[in-house]
Nanobody
Framework: QLQLVESGGGLVQPGGSLRLSCAPS????????IGWFRQVPGKEREGVSC????????NYADSVKGRFTLSRDNAKNTVYLQMNSLKPEDTAVYYC?????????????????WGQGTQVTVSS
């Protein structure tokens, strides 16, 4: 089954930074727009950011604008979510997802391939 693998999660202090990586298992990521979602217990999975297949266009949720940056290195078959100025409310399981289209989507049901998630905890 085609899936993605997230890495880079962990514990970080408020105001700190963390970089998440997303790599595919069994396919080439360059043909896919990539989205990041996050989920906390008791809430639905929400869109965080997405990037077009070429990397030419990005979208961000209002809650992370100015703090998170999504980029991709198609030569390395990897996408990155750089998270700066982290807040306790950023604590969640972060998921990478892929859709075989050029453009982004903030709707999780439009992504065919998903990772298992990586835990990000922002706490003192």
């Amino acid at each position: 089954q085609l899936q993605l693998v997230e890495s880079g999660g962990g514990l970080v202090q408020p105001g700190g930074s963390l970089r998440l990586s997303c790599a595919p298992s069994g396919f080439t990521l360059g043909y896919y727009a990539i989205g990041w979602f996050r989920q906390v217990p008791g809430k639905e999975r929400e869109g965080v950011s997405c990037i077009s297949s070429s990397g030419g266009s990005t979208n961000y949720a209002d809650s992370v604008k100015g703090r998170f940056t999504l980029s991709r290195d198609n030569a390395k078959n990897t996408v990155y979510l750089q998270m700066n100025s982290l807040k306790p409310e950023d604590t969640a399981v972060y998921y990478c997802a892929a859709r075989r289209y050029y453009g982004c989507s903030g709707y999780r049901n439009e992504y065919a391939y998903w990772g298992q998630g990586t835990q990000v905890t922002v706490s003192s």
